[in-house]
């Protein structure tokens, strides 16, 4: 059970910006929860499969993240995207295939996200911990 409890964070952090923006949206669309449910569940499968596997059926081996490490600036970054996902109902895929049909709308949920990105890896810098890239 608490290998579940980081990955459960998120998901939670999801919901709860799902229900802030009840009170500041007028039209809150509670299928939502669905889409949050829609994904949770197939990838707790995928995880429990995973483990069980020597090795992907299309790969030389599983990319997973090299530390299961929980910090305050992880937790930060999950809080701050749950809630902008939560309040905007705009997933940062879709919303860049948005550009193509309203781009006048999705503009500022862009502009918001590549600047959080862009204060996210400044962060890192000034802390002298670095970007790590894997290959």
Do not use: E, Y
């Not at 939670?12 to 994904?39: I, K, N």
């Not at 429990?48 to 599983?62: E, N, S, T, Y």
């Not at 996902?85 to 895929?93: E, N, R, S």
Request: charged share 10%; net charge positive.
């Amino acid at each position: 059970m608490s290998a579940l409890f980081p990955g459960a964070i998120p998901g939670l952090d999801f919901l709860g910006g799902l229900f802030v923006g009840v009170a500041g949206a007028s039209a809150w669309d509670p299928t939502l929860a669905f889409v949050m449910a829609g994904a949770i569940l197939p990838m707790a499968l995928a995880w429990r499969i995973q483990r069980r596997m020597p090795k992907p059926l299309a790969g030389d081996d599983f990319h997973v993240p090299a530390t299961r490490k929980l910090d305050a600036a992880l937790a930060a970054g999950a809080l701050l995207f749950g809630i902008g996902w939560g309040l905007t109902a705009i997933c940062p895929g879709p919303a860049i295939a948005n550009l193509g049909l309203a781009p006048l709308a999705v503009l500022p949920f862009l502009a918001a996200m590549l600047a959080g990105m862009l204060a996210g890896m400044l962060l890192h810098l000034v802390g002298g911990a670095g970007l790590t890239v894997r290959s």
